[in-house]
């Protein structure tokens, strides 16, 4: 039988051919290794690329962390202000969800490989490491500051690498929808942090 066409034996003894039998459990070396770039015509050499493309897989890599560490904390959240905070980390996951997806697809379209998988993520990541438990709320949001903090130092350190190598579009991608977005949900976190009266003033 071959190994690419499935045979079966029919009346008579014949054998026929098959061609709905999927070819099962194919395995293959890589086409492309990580941590290498392939040439398209972007007008951007191969070591421009290259660097963007390592500055965005550390960001890709941050993210992904923020982005599950505010699922965990939407799951966990208790107390008196458990819903308007169910709420919000929602809407930063989602967000974050999009940013992932720029990010990633902004890898390949430079010719590199995105970092996808949860063990390649847990090597490369910044963020500490939460608490499997449910964490108080101030925790949970000192968490999700400090993880934010990484990310926006990834990007900070990402636009200067950009700017030397003239990778406009990957600059944009950063400030415009990364950096901007990451700044806007450490405000939201921050005012909850503050300690303010809820009835009467002192």
């Known amino acids: 039988m071959s190994s690419k066409i ?6 008579g003894g014949q054998t026929r051919a098959f061609e709905a039998q999927p070819l099962l459990r194919q395995r293959s070396t890589e086409i492309q290794p990580f941590g ?25 890599t941050d993210t992904l962390v923020l982005r599950d560490l505010y699922k965990k904390h939407h799951w966990q959240v208790s107390g008196p202000t ?36 949860a063990h390649d993520v847990v090597e490369m ?9 449910r964490e ?6 000192s968490r999700l500051l400090d993880a934010h903090e990484v990310v926006i130092a990834d990007t900070r350190e990402a636009l200067k690498v950009t700017a030397q ?26 005012e909850h942090l503050v300690d303010t009266p809820l009835v009467r003033a002192t």
Not at 88 to 101: G, V, W
Not at 125 to 133: F, H, M, S, V, Y
């Open 6 to 11: 499935r045979q079966q034996r029919g009346k």
């Open 36 to 60: 290498t770039v392939v040439d398209y015509q972007l007008v951007l050499s191969s070591k421009a690329r290259a660097l963007s493309v390592g500055a965005l897989n550390q960001i890709l």
């Open 82 to 117: 458990f819903y308007q905070l169910h709420l919000l980390f929602d809407k930063h996951f989602k967000e974050q969800s999009a940013l992932i997806d720029m990010l990633g697809e902004r890898v390949q379209t430079l010719g590199g490989i995105a970092v996808a998988m």
């Open 125 to 133: 990541t910044r963020i500490e490491r939460p608490a499997r438990g």
């Open 136 to 141: 108080q709320v101030p925790v949970q949001i």
């Open 165 to 190: 190598s003239d990778d406009a579009g990957t600059a944009d991608l950063l400030m415009g929808d990364v950096l901007r977005t990451n700044e806007m949900h450490v405000w939201f976190l921050s």
